[in-house]
């Protein structure tokens, strides 16, 4: 039997080539980067969750009236932080799925992007709240992009 990859002869009993470390025919390598990547990606939208429940909360509940927060603001991230967390969500559970790259991919960028979101919408009077949840979704989310990205050949797609 002939490697696929670099063409060196494996042996019968051997389950990769020796050479390049390609596994043989019928065999595939997993790792732990989509397992990582996935809950990684679900965690960040966890705060995701929280961001758009404080929000929308503050808003309609005009606790942020009160305390003097802007709407405006308050409500994008809400809204955002809800969206990002539904996808999220779910290209979380494809990455542990091992399945629907792409998807899992853009549930990661959009939980990022929520993290990106709350740092750049607040205003001073609210920037606490924005560093206590966006610092952590960025990190959680750019990390668990960073697995799921390192990791696109351990996916398949569904059909």
């Known amino acids: 039997m002939h490697c696929k990859k670099c063409g060196k002869t494996i042996s019968e009993d051997a389950n990769y080539c020796e050479n390049c470390g390609t596994p043989k025919a019928g065999l595939s390598w997993k790792t732990a980067l989509p397992t990582a990547g996935g809950v990684l990606t679900i965690a960040s939208t966890t705060v995701c969750m929280w961001v758009g429940i404080i929000g929308v909360n503050a808003v309609v509940s005009r ?11 308050l409500m994008i ?18 990455a542990l799925q091992r399945t629907h790259f792409a998807f899992a991919v853009l549930g990661a960028i959009l939980a990022l ?33 960073l697995f799921i990205a390192l990791s696109k050949d351990e996916f398949t797609s569904r059909k």
Request: hydrophobic share 55%; no cysteine.
């Open 63 to 73: 606790v942020g009236y009160y305390l003097g927060y802007p709407k405006v603001p």
């Open 113 to 145: 992007t929520s993290g990106i979101v709350d740092m750049i919408a607040f205003v001073p009077e609210v920037r606490v709240i924005s560093e206590l949840f966006g610092v952590p979704n960025i990190i959680l989310s750019s990390l668990g992009l």
């Open 77 to 94: 991230m809400g809204i955002f932080g809800f969206l990002a967390f539904g996808f999220g969500l779910i290209g979380g559970i494809l």
